[in-house]
T-cell receptor, first 115, second 122 residues
Framework: AQSVTQPDIHITVSEGASLELRCNYS??????LFWYVQSPGQGLQLLLK??????LVQGIKGFEAEFKRSQSSFNLRKPSVHWSDAAEYFC?????????????FGQGTELSVKP | GAVVSQHPSWVICKSGTSVKIECRSL??????MFWYRQFPKQSLMLMAT?????????EQGVEKDKFLINHASLTLSTLTVTSAHPEDSSFYIC??????????????????FGAGTRLSVL
């Protein structure tokens, strides 16, 4: 079955500290992988994506993610967290190429940032 | 680029009335748009896939007659919540599918999301 697991429901980090949000997926083929961020009461903003090529991808707002095929993981990282990064983060997988386009979302990880 | 506009951002209505939510892709054409519902502190639940010029595809358990979807143009899809009741109160989010231009022809799909609509039914 296709699924996305974000093991951490809530994470709190201090401002300036590093961050890693975990994402594991189960999919038949190598999917498109995405990280989205959602601020309270807002829609989702695309942070970064991966389909092929370099397994370390850079996104907006200083975020990066690394695809590890052997671990079926796509963890999101940021070296130094800012207070404005407090939000909900969703990992999602979608089909490769032009196959429908439905996304499967993880349950989300809520990030809190301590001053 | 890849901006999706959703309107209204917040609507309050009386029980039994209908509410229409619009989703527009502003700088690209979207043959496919998606409608999601999100409950507090939860992930997104896909309600339906909206296809331009054809009938929407609803997910299992979603009432077609309750949630009417129209995708009349390549830039506009609408969701109408008919005869709304308090249990329909929720956060509704649309997305529009665009091709991954970085991948070129044959690339996959990316969904770009609207800002969401908070529906409160009294």
């Amino acid at each position: 079955a296709q699924s996305v697991t974000q093991p951490d429901i809530h994470i709190t980090v201090s401002e300036g500290a590093s961050l890693e949000l975990r994402c594991n997926y189960s999919y038949g083929a190598t999917p498109y992988l995405f990280w989205y961020v959602q601020s309270p009461g807002q829609g989702l903003q695309l942070l970064l994506k991966y389909f092929s090529g370099d397994t370390l991808v850079q996104g907006i707002k200083g975020f990066e993610a690394e695809f590890k095929r052997s671990q079926s993981s796509f963890n999101l990282r940021k070296p130094s967290v800012h207070w404005s990064d407090a939000a909900e983060y969703f990992c999602a997988v979608g089909p490769p190429y032009n196959q429908g386009g439905k996304l499967i979302f993880g349950q989300g990880t809520e990030l809190s940032v301590k001053p | 680029g890849a901006v999706v506009s959703q309107h209204p951002s917040w609507v309050i209505c009386k029980s039994g009335t209908s509410v229409k939510i619009e989703c527009r892709s502003l700088d690209f054409q979207a043959t496919t748009m998606f409608w999601y519902r999100q409950f507090p502190k939860q992930s997104l639940m896909l309600m339906a896939t909206s296809n331009e010029g054809s009938k929407a595809t609803y997910e299992q358990g979603v009432e077609k007659d309750k949630f009417l979807i129209n995708h009349a143009s390549l830039t506009l899809s609408t969701l109408t919540v008919t005869s709304a009741h308090p249990e329909d109160s929720s956060f509704y989010i649309c997305s529009a599918r665009d091709f991954d231009r970085a991948q070129g022809e044959g690339g996959g799909n990316i969904q770009y999301f609207g800002a969401g609509t908070r529906l409160s039914v009294l």
